[in-house]
C-alpha cells in the first residue's frame, strides 16, 4: 500500500491551494482518510478526516477554511484549503487507517508528505 501526496507549494496569505493523495492498493473504499500537518519544531497535528462511512472531521483552526473530500473511484482523498494563513505552512500528510480517531499514531499508512507554505 502506498500513499502518494501531491500538490503543496507556495502562496501569499488569503489565497486557496488544493492537495491531493492516491492510494494504491485495494484498501481505500473502507479506510478513513486524514489529512495531518507537521510545522518545523512541532508535533504532527491532525487537520480533517473522511471517515469511511461518509462524515467529515476538522480540527478547530481550519473548520470553515478547509474542505476534505474523496473519490472512492479513484482512490483519491483532496483537502481544499481556502483563505490560508503563515500558520498553516507545514509539510501535509495524507494516512489511512481503521480507527475513527484523530490520533496519528493509530493511522496505518503514510504519504511522504507534501510541502505548503503561505507567505505573508
Known amino acids: 500500500v502506498q500513499l502518494q501526496a501531491s500538490g503543496g507549494g507556495l502562496v501569499q496569505t488569503g489565497d486557496s491551494l488544493g492537495v491531493s493523495c492516491a492510494v494504491s492498493?485495494?484498501?481505500?473504499?473502507?479506510?478513513?482518510m486524514g489529512w495531518f500537518r507537521q510545522a518545523p519544531g512541532k508535533e504532527r497535528e491532525f487537520v480533517a478526516a473522511?471517515?469511511?462511512?461518509?462524515?467529515?472531521s476538522y480540527a478547530d483552526s481550519v473548520k470553515g477554511r478547509f474542505t476534505i473530500s474523496r473519490d472512492n473511484a479513484k482512490n483519491t482523498v483532496y483537502l481544499q484549503m481556502n483563505s490560508l494563513k503563515p500558520e498553516d505552512t507545514a509539510v501535509y500528510y495524507c494516512?489511512?487507517?481503521?480507527?475513527?480517531?484523530?490520533?496519528?499514531?493509530?493511522?496505518?499508512?503514510w504519504g511522504q508528505g507534501t510541502l505548503v507554505t503561505v507567505s505573508s
Open positions: 492498493g485495494r484498501i481505500f473504499s473502507g479506510y478513513n
Open positions: 494516512a489511512a487507517g481503521r480507527v475513527i480517531t484523530r490520533t496519528p499514531q493509530s493511522y496505518t499508512y
Open positions: 473522511s471517515w469511511s462511512g461518509g462524515s467529515t
